[in-house]
Structures are given as structure tokens and as C-alpha cells.
């Protein structure tokens, strides 16, 4: 009988999904899991209220400040073989792209893909991905138990303009792994079982794109 083939670990895992979903949540848990680095996406940006007010001109500098600090972030990434680093991420570079194209006016487009093709060549890419989505009313109910006040303002239109961006972004999706997860009936922060069935899935290879349901979550007929 033929052996398993050898089945590396991902060194540089990047949980991503559209505000609200809870990638940051699973990223810590993965993070002290696998005993990795966490890499938070930034979330200090001086022109931000400004652009959840809707104020004229304020998404242009908004997305450029993000693309600025997401790049910093990555370029300090030393995932050698000598560094023997493993990485989570609760975002991944091409999502700054992704907002750009929903927030940005043709022109502003223009001259921001400029900066985001100059940086896009200088970071690493994540070894696996794991995208996680949910409805706009699900991602409406959880951005309210977090009581920030500017995320109070962004309308149900602007997440269901976000869900569809990020649908059409991971179907098109080849730079890396992809483990697609429907997190309506998941919960890894409150419910274990769906917790170690996602970990015990991890220990195996995603190759391509792969799709995770947790046995528990499904609901009888």
C-alpha cells in the first residue's frame, strides 16, 4: 500500500472574510494554537471617520493610508527557511485592492494601482487562506455587539456592495490555498466542536479550492 505523500504544514496562514465575520476572533485562536505569529491588520487610520461619515474626497487617502501600513507589515515578514516562522494573518494584501475598487472614483483608482502594483511585488504570499463568509444581516448583528461607533454607520447596502466584492475576488482566486467556510451555523469562538473539527481539518492538505462544514452544524431535515 502507497505511503501518504509528505504533507507540509502552511507557514503563513491568512484568515480573511468582509467586516464583521470574525476573522480577527479565529486568527487569535489560531495564532495560540499553532503557536504563531499574529499579524493584525492595522486599524489606525487618521482619515477614517472622515470616510465613515461620507465626507467628499476622504476615501482616497483613507485607502492609501491602509495599503501604506498593510505593506510595512508585510515587508517585515522574514518567512526563510532559516527564520522557521509561522505566520497568521487576519488579512491578506489583495484585500486593500478590493476595497480600493468598491471605494475609489475611476481616477483615484488610477493613480492608487500605481502604488498598490509598485508594493504588491516586495511581499510574501499567504501559503493557505481561509475565507469566511456570512449574510449581511449576520455581519450587521455581530458589527453591533462590538459597539464601535464609526462601524455603527456603515449601511446594510454598503455590506452586501462588500460580501459581493469579496465573492467575486476568492471565486476568481488562484494566488494560494483556499479553505471557503460558511460561518452562519459556526461558531469557533463559543462552540468547541466546530473549533477542533476546523484545526483537525487544518492537519490535512487543502489543495486548490476546498470547501468546510463542521458535521455538527448542519441541520436535520
Given at each position: 500500500?502507497?505511503?501518504?505523500?509528505?504533507?507540509?504544514?502552511?507557514?503563513?496562514?491568512?484568515?480573511?472574510?468582509?467586516?464583521?465575520?470574525?476573522?480577527?476572533?479565529?486568527?487569535?485562536?489560531?495564532?495560540?494554537?499553532?503557536?504563531?505569529?499574529?499579524?493584525?491588520?492595522?486599524?489606525?487610520?487618521?482619515?477614517?471617520e472622515d470616510f465613515?461619515?461620507?465626507?467628499?474626497?476622504?476615501?482616497?487617502?483613507?485607502?492609501?493610508?491602509?495599503?501604506?501600513?498593510?505593506?510595512?507589515?508585510?515587508?517585515?515578514?522574514?518567512?526563510?527557511?532559516?527564520?522557521?516562522?509561522?505566520?497568521?494573518?487576519?488579512?491578506?494584501?489583495?484585500?486593500?485592492?478590493?476595497?480600493?475598487?468598491?471605494?475609489?472614483?475611476?481616477?483615484?483608482?488610477?493613480?492608487?494601482?500605481?502604488?498598490?502594483?509598485?508594493?504588491?511585488?516586495?511581499?510574501?504570499?499567504a501559503d493557505l487562506?481561509?475565507?469566511?463568509?456570512?449574510?449581511?444581516?449576520?455581519?450587521?448583528?455581530?458589527?453591533?455587539?462590538?459597539?464601535?461607533?464609526?462601524?455603527?454607520?456603515?449601511?446594510?447596502?454598503?455590506?452586501?456592495?462588500?460580501?459581493?466584492?469579496?465573492?467575486?475576488?476568492?471565486?476568481?482566486?488562484?494566488?494560494?490555498?483556499?479553505?471557503?467556510?460558511?460561518?452562519?451555523?459556526?461558531?469557533?469562538?463559543?462552540?468547541?466542536?466546530?473549533?477542533?473539527?476546523?484545526?483537525?481539518?487544518?492537519?490535512?492538505?487543502?489543495?486548490?479550492?476546498?470547501?468546510?462544514?463542521?458535521?455538527?452544524?448542519?441541520?436535520?431535515?
Open positions: 500500500m502507497a505511503s501518504e505523500p509528505y504533507f507540509e504544514p502552511p507557514r503563513f496562514i491568512a484568515v480573511e472574510g468582509p467586516l464583521g465575520v470574525g476573522k480577527t476572533e479565529l486568527a487569535k485562536i489560531l495564532s495560540e494554537r499553532l503557536k504563531a505569529r499574529l499579524l493584525l491588520d492595522p486599524t489606525q487610520n487618521p482619515f477614517l465613515y461619515k461620507d465626507r467628499p474626497g476622504a476615501a482616497f487617502p483613507a485607502q492609501l493610508c491602509f495599503l501604506v501600513e498593510r505593506f510595512k507589515q508585510m515587508r517585515e515578514l522574514d518567512l526563510s527557511s532559516s527564520a522557521r516562522l509561522t505566520v497568521v494573518s487576519d488579512y491578506i494584501y489583495e484585500k486593500d485592492k478590493l476595497f480600493a475598487n468598491v471605494n475609489l472614483n475611476d481616477e483615484e483608482l488610477r493613480l492608487y494601482d500605481q502604488y498598490y502594483e509598485f508594493f504588491a511585488d516586495q511581499i510574501p504570499t487562506v481561509i475565507y469566511l463568509q456570512a449574510t449581511a444581516a449576520d455581519l450587521k448583528e455581530r458589527i453591533g455587539k462590538r459597539k464601535d461607533p464609526f462601524e455603527d454607520q456603515i449601511s446594510g447596502d454598503y455590506l452586501e456592495e462588500m460580501i459581493e466584492a469579496y465573492e467575486h475576488f476568492f471565486f476568481h482566486y488562484k494566488a494560494s490555498s483556499l479553505l471557503v467556510v460558511d460561518t452562519s451555523e459556526i461558531d469557533f469562538v463559543d462552540r468547541n466542536e466546530d473549533l477542533q473539527e476546523l484545526f483537525r481539518r487544518l492537519q490535512q492538505p487543502v489543495r486548490g479550492t476546498q470547501y468546510f462544514l463542521p458535521l455538527g452544524s448542519a441541520s436535520a431535515d
